[in-house]
């Protein structure tokens, strides 16, 4: 009885973790596979480091394009290289993504990394990354968006993982990371905290 109620608060607490981003949601974490607020920020140590552009619960069974502007709070801050998966093409630049893929990028659970950037700071101050709308923007400026892989006439806007009340925040360098309004926390993902009230 114990274990069966031990696996079904582990799923409770799963559907929690996952239910709490509405569709379509984009964000950048530092880990490729790690999509927790703990994760959206990274203490620089003067070296390159890596960042993800992550789309998270996506309601479609690919992604065939996706755009997003980028705005760094500090311009000491660069982008030495972006690279994604599927023949990802950027049309833009490193911080306006009007980016394709030669084959669609497959949503198997709905989450999926769109692009990853060689970022480098040397810098100590904290720096906020905000997403917006690229330029120009095919969904007329409302943010950040992706196009459906089997017919890429559906596109859909974006929210953004901070929610719709932090104006495009999704992550920091050397700061909190984001405050978690629709970010799960780790804990939320693990087993450890289910298993205490079961001791």
Do not use: R
């Amino acid at each position: 009885m114990k274990h069966l109620l031990t696996a079904l608060l582990v799923l409770l607490i799963a559907t929690t973790a996952s239910a709490q981003f509405v569709d379509n949601t984009m964000g950048m974490f530092f880990s490729p596979d790690e999509f927790v607020v703990e994760n959206t920020n990274f203490d620089t140590a003067g070296a390159p480091f890596q960042a993800y552009i992550v789309l998270l619960n996506g309601n479609m069974v690919a992604v065939g394009a996706y755009e997003v502007g980028i705005e760094i709070s500090d311009p000491s801050v660069f982008i030495l290289g972006a690279s994604g998966p599927s023949g990802w093409t950027n049309f833009g630049d490193n911080l306006n993504h009007l980016a394709g893929y030669t084959v669609p990028l497959p949503l198997p659970s709905g989450d999926a990394v769109l692009c990853t950037l060689d970022l480098l700071y040397t810098g100590v101050d904290t720096v906020e990354i905000f997403f917006g709308p690229s330029e120009p923007s095919s969904v007329d400026g409302a943010g950040p968006a992706v196009a459906d892989g089997v017919n890429p006439d559906i596109l859909y806007v974006c929210e953004y993982t901070s929610g719709s009340t932090h104006d495009g925040l999704v992550a920091t360098l050397n700061g909190e990371g984001i405050d978690g309004g629709g970010c799960p926390a780790v804990e939320m993902q693990t087993l450890s905290g289910v298993k205490a009230l079961f001791e």
